[in-house]
């Protein structure tokens, strides 16, 4: 059983960066892709993009592609999300989440972190 | 990209009653199909993976079937514990969610 631990709700301005953080615990394996997916309270999930922290690997979803970077550090089993130029679309809880299947970044989601809320609010 | 369809995106339920929940890709995700439950407050839970495989923990009266383009959640006795909103998730290629179907108390 794997725990993921998320970073504290955050406020932002319209423009600005926000870096979110996950910590695994428990079991935890570099082989293992890390994930951010998010969910604008009371609608469906939206796929940000993923890394596998042994292999450096990341694919993100072509819609933020040119303004999110994922990384993992395998020493501390950490992965971080930052996202920038943020709008008010970008409200939403992220969710961190570790892939099922060894070394593949196309997997489903075995664990779940408890979410992060991201205000952006001027 | 491939967009995941659920239906129906409500359905009212008793305790007890067999439950079947779809979801439809725009194009074949083989068996690239995951089914979560959320909970209210709560981040979502992995049910089914490849379509058909339980994941661990997960009872037996859940689940799941289809390939290509046409899937299927099966909860066969509906308890109290299963009121939630159902996602379907495909991972081939692009992720892509389902927009949900919530499973509520008739």
């Known amino acids: 059983q794997e725990n993921l631990v998320q970073s504290g709700a955050e406020v932002k301005k319209p423009g600005s960066s926000v870096k979110v953080s996950c910590k695994a615990s428990?079991?935890?394996?570099?082989?293992?892709?890390f994930h951010w997916v998010r969910q604008v309270p009371g609608q469906g999930f939206e796929w940000i993009g993923g890394?596998?922290?042994?292999?450096?690997?990341?694919s993100y979803a072509q819609k933020f592609q040119d303004r999110v970077t994922i990384t993992a550090d395998v020493s501390t089993k950490t992965s971080h999300m930052d996202l920038s130029r943020l709008t008010s679309e970008d409200t939403a809880i992220y969710y961190c989440?570790?892939?099922?299947?060894?070394?593949?970044?196309?997997?489903?989601?075995?664990?779940w972190g408890q979410g992060t809320l991201v205000t952006v609010s001027s | 990209e491939i967009v995941m369809t659920q239906s129906p995106a409500t359905l009212s339920v008793s305790p007890g009653e067999r439950v079947t929940l779809s979801c439809r890709a725009s194009?074949?995700?083989?068996?690239?199909l995951a089914w979560y439950q959320q909970k209210p407050g709560q981040a979502p839970r992995l049910l089914i993976y490849?379509?058909?495989t339980r994941a661990s923990g997960i009872p037996a009266r859940f689940s799941g079937s289809g390939s290509g383009t046409d899937f299927t959640l099966t909860i066969s006795s509906l308890q109290s514990e299963d009121f939630a909103v159902y996602y379907c998730?495909?991972?081939?290629?692009?992720?892509?969610f389902g927009g949900g179907t919530k499973v509520e108390i008739k």
């Open positions: 194009q074949s995700v083989n068996s690239d």
């Open positions: 890394v596998i922290p042994i292999l450096t690997t990341t």
């Open positions: 490849g379509a058909s």
């Open positions: 989440a570790r892939g099922s299947a060894y070394q593949e970044i196309l997997t489903a989601f075995r664990y």
């Open positions: 428990g079991g935890t394996s570099p082989n293992y892709s």
């Open positions: 998730h495909h991972y081939n290629k692009w992720p892509h």
